[in-house]
Nanobody, 117 residues
């Protein structure tokens, strides 16, 4: 089965930066779009960034201009560089292959990002 392993989370001060990594054990990683999602306590999981197999990116309005998604097909990894973080960015961050109703595969454990004021 597909495994999704997120890492790189931690505690950061408001205005700071953080880089998240996701390792995906997909047999055909390079032909799939990948996305980052986040879920804050008591809220639904939201799509925050997406990157196509060809490298085209898109972002949620709340993170546009601050977050950058990228991928390394040789390493079967996807990354999320986050800058100018604020407390509203506090959440558990997950990666997955995007699908119409959410992630295509079972969710991994995610990585916690906590932004302190």
């Amino acid at each position: 089965q597909v495994q999704l392993v997120e890492s790189g989370g931690g505690v950061v001060q408001a205005g700071g930066s953080l880089r998240l990594s996701c390792a995906a054990s997909l047999s055909f990683f390079s032909i799939n779009a990948m996305a980052w999602y986040r879920q804050a306590p008591g809220k639904q999981r939201d799509l925050v960034a997406r990157i196509s197999s060809g490298g085209t990116t898109s972002y949620a309005d709340s993170v546009k201009g601050r977050f950058t998604i990228s991928r390394d097909n040789a390493k079967k990894s996807v990354y999320l560089e986050m800058s100018h973080l604020n407390v509203e960015d506090t959440a558990v961050y997950y990666c997955n292959v995007p699908a119409a109703l959410g992630g295509r595969y079972s969710w991994g454990q995610g990585t916690q990002v906590t932004v302190s004021s």
